[in-house]
């Protein structure tokens, strides 16, 4: 790969994402306001800023680029539900409870808060549980709003020009509709249950929620935003290969033709277990995948994936255990042989399995900055 001259953290992860030249690896990793949880106490809670302190090229998460609903964010994740359907939702204590109303009955969701984590809830009590809900839950779905999702271009141009040259605003989709049953509104046991004894009706739920998420892509391309990615969070820990294959690819290639049709970059947030996905993978029709994973969080290390998935725009490679490590020069040797097995390859960006972990120290991020400085250098 020959290399560009210097380049900004911007144009450095652009052209990563469109597997072009850079100058040197780019160094992406995945920070959020957990990463920072444990911080020294005067370090800026502000993700932008942190990230010029850490040395990161930032791609920052979660930009609005279109207007969805503060009520009910899980219920309501892939589309709001309109008259005679309404949702609540109430904050008390350590529990967020959410409500869907129906006219033939009422769903509860309920999550919890807990130190370890902070600000992501974690479900307690799914909002479908049985073949009961699963009808009130349909009968919701059946009055999905069919208006496309209002654009937010203010919010995403007013925090990707804060950002600058530091790096760039991604815009989120959600889940597609099989994992955001299993994900958040009905856990896996109920999902699976659900759909073996009633797989025409289940089908039909995913269908109708496709569709709306169709409307969210479609609005997502028509917005600001040159990076979009989908929080999929695939895993053989949640679903075989020919689920995949059946209930998630189709769709999220649908997803890909109309985010590309737009040129926007595509990837698939997908931080859990890969290997036995590793052929669809790479038919599938999105640009990459974000976030990748290797043990103990996943099972397809950042350079196995490389030859694995030609073509395809890889982010991650590094697991939480290793940010977390105290011993630094067993770090830099694990990351150093790390670069070295994937620079070759166009279109990989360092970065982290999934969130970069609370209790990551200051020096690891100067460390992983001067690794991808020197080992990561193409000039």
């Known amino acids: 790969m020959s290399a560009p001259a210097a380049m900004t953290s911007r144009q450095r992860i652009l052209a990563a994402l469109r597997r072009q030249p850079v100058d040197r690896l780019p160094f992406a990793p995945l920070l959020d306001y957990y990463t920072l949880r444990d911080m020294p106490p005067d370090f800026p809670l502000d993700i932008t800023e942190a990230a010029r302190l850490l040395g990161c090229d930032l791609m920052l998460r979660h930009v609005p680029a279109i207007q969805t609903s503060l ?9 709001q539900f309109a008259p005679p359907v309404s949702v609540g939702s109430e904050l008390t204590g350590e529990h967020l409870i959410e409500t869907l ?13 807990s130190d370890a984590v902070g600000w992501i809830p974690h479900p307690l009590k799914r909002a479908v549980n049985d073949y009961d809900e699963m009808k009130v839950f349909h009968y919701a779905v059946d009055h999905l709003s069919t208006e496309p999702p209002a654009p937010d271009d203010d919010t995403f141009l007013r925090t990707d020009a804060a950002i600058g040259d530091d790096g760039v605003a991604t815009a989120s989709l959600g889940n597609s509709p099989f994992m955001y049953l299993i994900e ?54 949640l ?28 990837l698939v947030h997908m931080c859990g277990k890969l290997k036995a996905f590793a052929a669809d993978l790479a038919q599938a029709r999105f640009d990459g995948i974000a976030d990748i994973s290797p043990a103990p969080t996943g099972d397809l290390p950042l350079d196995e994936a490389a030859a694995a998935l030609p073509g395809k725009v890889l982010v991650g490679g590094i697991d939480a255990t290793t940010f977390v490590n105290p ?28 969130t970069t972990p609370r209790g990551t120290p200051v020096e690891t991020f100067h460390l992983l900055r001067q690794l991808v400085e020197t080992a990561g250098a193409y000039r």
């Open 71 to 79: 009520v009910g964010i899980h219920l309501q994740f892939l589309g």
């Open 101 to 113: 109303i129906t006219p033939i009955g009422k769903l509860t969701g309920v999550w919890g808060f």
């Open 184 to 237: 958040m509104a009905w856990g896996i046991e109920s999902t699976y249950y659900l759909l073996h004894d009633h797989r025409e009706e289940v089908e039909d739920i995913l269908a109708k929620l496709h569709a709306s998420l169709r409307r969210q892509a479609e609005a997502l391309a028509a917005s600001p935003a040159e990076v979009v990615i989908q929080y999929e969070n695939t895993s053989s820990t």
């Open 239 to 266: 679903l075989s290969p020919a689920i995949f294959r059946r209930y998630c690819l189709p769709y999220l290639n649908e997803y890909a033709d109309i985010l590309q049709g737009a040129g926007k970059v595509f």
């Open 327 to 354: 011993d630094l020069e067993a770090v830099r040797a694990e990351v150093a042989g790390l670069i070295e097995r994937v620079k070759a390859r166009p279109g990989v960006l360092l970065g982290s399995a999934d």
